[in-house]
């Protein structure tokens, strides 16, 4: 009988242990098969595209530049509780200092009524006059302060000149002056010694004048300037006495200022200009204010300075001219120019 309990025992715990052997097959079927599924599913899903690709990196790098903007914005919002919670506490206790200096006031006040009870008529009075007398000089200092801040805060004044409008006349070549400013620099233009120059040089060459019908050369320099010309022969028909003859005529066909070295750095500032022995004044010396005029040629970078020596020679007596130039653009003179119109 022993031997058959041991038997049915056994037998009861290898049964159980097919069960559960058949519990974990079935749990590992189910699961090789859900994997399978999902695998297929898996490979069933459209791959993404390139496009598809780059609009999740933009959808990423967005993010993140959000998250960003949100950690700053969220950083700064703090500090800024940070500060207003320092500044309610220092309100806090300003109030408290406020209120104790009103207490304080308040017991001065009281100390000195009590004080002025005890004196009699004279130093009442007295005490009453040296607290005036010391309101007074509160209030001057203060209004001292004052007056030192609004002397600094007082705006540079703007002088508005008047000057009147003349009528303009055409200027006289042989009484004619001219300078050039540019880059700030006003310079002497020696037209007059040069034309001098020429006559001379006309002269000089006139064999070749006899053989060619235009001669170039170039004179100078003088303060800083070379003059190229050109010169041309007319050869015009004359009758005399019933014959016919040519009559040869020497024109200027055009001359132009050619600057010597740096162009820029010729000539002297606005500044030394004015001054009293400035070369600008002295070829002014020998021209007389009733009779010179003055041609200023300016150009775009100079027009302020111009306006300084125009006043100058305004208040000086002189008559002047303006002649605005482009840059690049040569000061030049032909008989088919213009006369400056001076004022």
Known sequence: MRRRRTTSGSD??????????????????????????AGLRVR??????????SKVTAAAEQFDRQQS?????N??????????ESMKTLHELREEES??????????EHTIQSHIQTMDADSQTGFQLQRQLAEVDAMLEKLEHEKNWLNQQ????IVLENIPTPISSNADSEKEVHFRILNGRITHVPFRYL????????????????TQSRVTGVLGPIDGFRMQYSVVRQDLPMHLAQEAGVRSVVMLERCEMVPVGDDKMLGETIEQALSPNSAFNTCLLGCRQNEYSVTVWVYPDSFGEFQKIKNYLYRSGYRTAARPMDFG?????????????NQ
């Open 44 to 53: 069933g899903l459209p791959l993404l595209s390139k496009a598809d690709e």
């Open 154 to 157: 007082k705006p540079e004044a």
């Open 75 to 84: 950083r700064e919002c703090l500090e800024l509780t940070e500060r207003f």
């Open 69 to 73: 903007a949100f950690e700053s914005i």
């Open 12 to 37: 009861t715990i290898e049964s159980g242990q097919d069960s559960f052997l058949d519990i974990v097959s079935n749990m590992v079927g189910i699961l090789i098969i859900l994997v399978v599924v």
């Open 329 to 341: 653009q040569p000061i030049t003179a032909s008989p088919q120019g213009t006369r400056s119109a």
């Open 195 to 210: 034309r001098t120059q020429l006559e001379t040089e006309i002269m000089r060459r006139r064999n070749d004048l006899m």
């Open 99 to 108: 209120q104790r200096f009103l207490q304080y006031k308040a017991w001065l």
